[in-house]
């Protein structure tokens, strides 16, 4: 089945730096993925997704970065603020009639100080 | 407009005790989607919904999980005879279609303590 992972379970950051969180997929097939911000007390909240088609794709202060080679996926967060603080989740859907269920990996937990 | 919302916020119940968990969509939301997440883990499936009818089922951990979606909208996630392990934050999601590029929107969830 569809596992995701997550290489570092924390990350602790300066205010202003850049923040990388990376994500690993086990199924070649997997052709789309998410990222999700955890809040303290709060479901997760949707930031950005890929397609397969894609290597690379930017919002808002942020960008994934996908290498299907690899299987790993990054979330890139620049100049991150304290607000940014939260656990990152990677998802993938499952494939075939399970369309609607995420596979989420464990998270990291990313801390910034001001 | 409002995101999807979840009663209660927190759940106290004793071991062998029936609860019903509550997860209003987001308005016009077709789908609708239950997970489970336990102390530092990722969140976990469930059930889905397409409108009335579970499309898929295949995350309850038993039958003592039930859920329902009557009216294609509001959906309760019934749990009986709860066990200490069934402690844990229970999360709601919708999204306007089902599919697998749909965005999912998460509610703050439901903590559930079974003591």
């Known amino acids: 089945g569809e596992s995701v992972g997550l290489h570092l379970p924390t990350l602790s950051v300066q205010e202003g730096d850049n923040s990388i969180i990376n994500c690993a997929y086990s199924?070649?097939?997997?052709?789309?993925f998410i990222w999700y911000k955890q809040e303290s007390g709060k479901g997760p909240q949707f930031i950005i997704d890929?397609?397969?088609?894609?290597d690379k794709r930017q919002g808002q202060r942020v960008t994934v970065l996908l290498n299907k080679t690899v299987k790993h996926l990054s979330l890139q967060i620049a100049a991150t603020q304290p607000g940014d603080s939260a656990v990152y989740f990677c998802?993938?859907?499952?494939?075939?009639?399970?369309?609607?269920?995420?596979?989420f990996g464990q998270g990291t937990i990313l801390t910034v100080h001001p | 407009g409002a995101g999807v919302s979840q009663t209660p916020s927190n759940k106290v119940t004793e071991k062998g005790k029936y609860v019903e968990l509550r997860c209003d969509p987001i308005?016009?939301?077709?789908?609708l989607y239950w997970y489970r997440q336990s102390l530092g883990q990722g969140p976990e499936f469930l059930i889905y919904?397409?409108?009335?009818?579970?499309?898929?089922d295949s995350g309850l951990p038993n039958d003592r999980f039930f859920a329902v979606r009557p009216e294609g909208s509001v959906s309760t996630l019934k749990i009986q005879r709860t066990e200490r392990g069934d402690s844990a934050v229970y999360l709601c999601?919708?999204?306007?279609?089902?599919?697998?590029?749909?965005?999912?929107?998460f509610g703050p969830g439901t903590r559930l303590l079974v003591l």
């Open positions: 999601a919708s999204s306007l279609r089902p599919g697998r590029v749909e965005t999912q929107y």
């Open positions: 199924n070649s097939a997997s052709d789309y």
């Open positions: 890929i397609r397969s088609n894609m």
């Open positions: 998802a993938v859907p499952a494939g075939g009639t399970s369309y609607g269920k995420l596979t």
């Open positions: 308005s016009g939301h077709t789908a």
């Open positions: 919904f397409q409108g009335t009818g579970a499309a898929d």
